[in-house]
């Protein structure tokens, strides 16, 4: 028994070794290798640590022959948050994207349990605040260096002013806000001594990350008030999108109001919901948000009333269960301040882990009582021959089969999750090195590795529509190569065709993972759409598949400009000028759709109409006073067209309509839709795999 009470102290220590090391590398980790150098890194650690932290805690009730757990007030609403997150999950249409986002929650939300129950006093709380107040110090001198223009790392991409190994200001800042009442807890004593003399060096030692978080915060926030301003949703974008997620998704209202769309979805909902009036804002109507305006309005969207609940209650927990502590705990103000911050500002995944690790080291400052949970037997022993022994006795023993059924439990979770963040993190890898490889213009190896990737991990949408432009680029590489006069070879042609193929089967493959994604579809659009003339019905899979995108993204101009110029191309003019007007009634100073309304009034004839849309594209990007090449390119188009009118016609055209539309300082490139890559005609045309049925009812 002493034996088993040494190995689980053992383990007890290991787990807090390994939740410090978490702690000190988590916000500081970043590598070039992943598609996502400062997300996935992250991920790796805080999915490693959460794991063998589980794990540790599982063997420890196996050794105690019980479950020990703290009887914090914050346990049941974050398993209640927890349970839902998960439910959210499992029902999101875009299933696989919402489980690999729900993975580091869960994660997290894990890092809180293996906190609050292997953290045994006061002291070893404030332990591991060291590693916490280390990696914000980090972070300070690295802003103030990088501010100042000394950069240490030796990375091209640490040589700028914004890097962070966080990976943005603006996580930056929240993370050290939320540190720096930790380390004024420690500071404020040393700076209130009357004598120096009486202070323990150590403690003078507290000054340093006060300093360089302090630096380093405000810093951080002057970069982001001048240069790196953050792009955030506009607050009443938000509230639409929340709203109108949990009550506007068709075929699954109940599902969507209580459940949401299912964690980390939330740019299906940005993209699905978000009004009209988004267009009004000049430098955010072309951008992708991939979280709400604030985390509250982000958990309704995507978790629903009751994620949204389950919150709340963690929230009200702290509140009522901890005002007698916020004096006493250094934890206190930090937890205080980023539930303040959920209603104010959106959160990464990273800050949201950061919460609930602050929340669990107030928690075990606190030391809640412990319960213990077991199930015992009754051991009978053997009757003893005796006059003062006539029956047998009996005694109580505990029984292994609560901890066990945990430690299994346990390791089944920890198993599936490891299993699956292996592949995942595999496949990363794979993926980066054929974008490393493309870049250097070596298809067949970027081919080759593309491959390898979607074999490891078949569930990232982008793959498959990386691999499906691959495919396509290679086919269009080989038909280019033929000569003009002769026809290709048979195994030539049966090679296009293959990787044709292959590129279809690609990008439908993106639009099953995640068929809510309007990119997936507009993909799929754009392989048919360079298939025109080669293959059998391309020009309707083409139109379907793009109708099928703007439905998911119903308020975007730029997605009518595509459809318009698709139109344009089948020279099917009036659906051209149909779709060019729905995106100019979307966003009346595009100057882009203007300029594409021109050409198909231009095809119709209708001259003098197409030089009015021209000179009102003009008038847009000269007082933008931005896209110089466009508008020099547009006023020798104009200049033709009126020499091509005459005269007296131009002025009557000029007359015909007043320019009224206000400039944008967010103005693409002009230019004339067109499919950037073009297969040539096919005579027989290849017969082309269309949409399948499960495709179409999605």
Not at 105 to 114: D, E, K, P, R, V
Request: aromatic share 12%.
């Amino acid at each position: 028994m002493e034996r088993k009470s040494e190995i689980g102290t053992y383990l007890n220590s290991l787990t807090i070794v390994i939740v410090g090391l978490f702690l000190f590398t988590f916000p500081l980790v970043f590598s070039p290798l992943s598609t996502d150098g400062y997300g996935i890194p992250k991920e790796i650690v805080l999915v490693s640590a959460s794991l063998l932290g589980l794990v540790l805690w599982g063997v420890r009730m196996v050794l105690e022959k019980s479950i020990r757990l703290k009887n914090a007030p914050f346990n049941y609403p974050i398993l209640f948050f927890a349970v839902i997150a998960l439910f959210s999950s499992l029902v999101s249409i875009n299933y696989y994207d919402s489980l690999m986002a729900f993975v580091p929650l869960f994660s997290g939300i894990a890092i809180y349990f293996i906190i609050v129950n292997s953290v045994k006093d006061k002291n070893m709380a404030v332990l591991l605040s060291v590693p916490l107040l280390v990696s914000a110090t980090v972070l300070g001198v690295n802003a103030v260096l990088s501010f100042a223009k000394i950069y240490v790392l030796p990375f091209d991409f640490a040589k700028a002013q914004n890097f962070t190994p966080i990976g943005s200001y603006f996580d930056q800042a929240i993370f050290l806000a939320l540190i720096l009442p930790i380390s004024l807890f420690f500071t404020i004593p040393v700076l209130k001594a009357k004598n120096i003399k009486n202070i323990n060096p150590i403690s003078l030692l507290s000054l340093i990350p006060t300093i360089a978080i302090t630096l380093g915060l405000g810093i951080t926030l002057y970069g982001m008030v001048t240069k790196f301003q953050p792009q955030i949703l506009p607050l009443e974008t938000g509230f639409q999108t929340a709203f109108a997620a949990i009550s506007q998704d068709a075929g699954r209202t109940a599902q969507g109001f209580l459940l949401g769309s299912g964690v980390g979805t939330y740019n299906i909902d940005f993209s699905r919901f978000k009004q009209p009036s988004f267009n009004n804002h000049d430098t955010l109507w072309t951008l992708q948000f991939f979280h709400s305006s604030n985390f509250i309005l982000e958990l309704l969207a995507t978790v629903g009333v009751l994620g949204l609940i389950a919150f709340a209650l963690i929230v009200s927990s702290f509140i009522r269960n901890t005002s007698a502590h916020r004096k006493t705990n250094p934890f206190y103000i930090a937890v205080f301040l980023g539930f303040v911050l959920t209603v104010v500002l959106p959160f990464s995944f990273i800050i949201q882990t950061m919460l609930f690790v602050l929340l669990a080291l107030f928690t075990a400052y606190q030391s809640y009582p412990e319960i213990k949970l077991q199930i015992s037997t009754l051991i009978e022993d053997l009757p003893i021959a005796s006059p003062f022994f006539q029956q047998p006795t009996h005694h109580a023993k505990a029984s292994m089969i609560l901890p066990g059924f945990m430690l299994a439990l346990i390791a089944a979770t920890t198993g599936f999750i490891g299993y699956n963040s292996y592949r995942f993190v595999n496949s990363d890898l794979l993926f980066q090195r054929s974008m490393i490889e493309a870049n250097k213009n070596n298809g067949s190896a970027a081919y080759t590795l593309e491959n390898q990737a979607i074999t490891a991990f078949p569930y990232r949408d982008f793959y498959f529509r990386n691999l499906s432009q691959l495919n396509l680029a290679l086919a269009s590489s080989l038909a280019s190569q033929q000569p003009k006069d002769s026809s290709p070879s048979a195994q030539v042609q049966q090679t296009i065709s293959s990787l044709v193929q292959q590129s279809i089967s690609s990008a439908q493959s993106a639009t099953r993972i995640a068929p809510l994604s309007h990119t997936n579809w507009q993909n799929l659009s754009s392989i048919y759409r360079s298939l025109i003339g080669f293959g059998q019905n391309a020009e309707r899979l083409a139109v379907q598949s793009q109708m099928q995108a703007n439905a998911l993204n119903p308020n975007n101009p730029q997605m009518y400009l595509t459809l318009g110029g698709l139109y344009y191309q089948l020279k099917q003019w009036d659906s051209a000028q149909n779709q060019f007007q729905v995106a100019i009634n979307l966003k009346p100073n595009f100057a882009n759709a203007y300029y594409n309304m021109g050409h198909a009034l231009e095809s119709k004839n209708d001259l003098k109409s197409a030089l009015v849309q021209y000179q009102t594209a003009k008038s847009i990007l000269s007082a933008s006073k931005e896209n110089k090449e466009s508008l020099e390119s547009l006023t020798k188009e104009i200049e033709a067209l009126e020499a091509k009118i005459g005269s007296a016609d131009t002025s009557a055209a000029q007359k015909q309509q007043p320019v009224t539309q206000q400039p944008s300082s967010n103005q693409p490139n002009i230019e004339l839709n067109q499919p950037t890559t073009q297969l040539p005609e096919r005579q027989p045309k290849v017969e082309l795999p269309g949409p399948t049925a499960t495709d179409s009812a999605k």
